[in-house]
């Protein structure tokens, strides 16, 4: 990680400057969620990470894009969707995962 990492969540509205807060931020976050499934994507210095996390049983997706810069984590941008059911007006046209 970059001494100035930069970690933002869009979402709540945050950015967490420099690798000392951000691990701060880790060491006290209150549960670890459970990984429940993952993918990734890397191409060069861009990754595009999608997880599904449980907290406590509420599940969450998650979608992460990871900037490196010598190899090192440069920046992380964190995007959260709780799950929902999807309306049965374009069913006909859709798969279900």
Known sequence: MH???VEEYPQSGERIRG???AR????????????IDYSYLLDGDLA???M???YDGKRMNVCEIVEFED???KSDRGYFAEPFEAPEW???W???L
């Open 24 to 35: 701060r931020v880790y060491e006290n976050y209150p549960g670890i969620p459970n990984l």
């Open 94 to 96: 859709v798969e279900r």
């Open 48 to 50: 595009v990470v999608e």
């Open 52 to 54: 599904i996390l449980d």
């Open 71 to 73: 190899g090192k984590i």
């Open 90 to 92: 374009r069913a006909q």
């Open 19 to 21: 690798k000392d807060n």
């Open 3 to 5: 001494d100035d990492y």
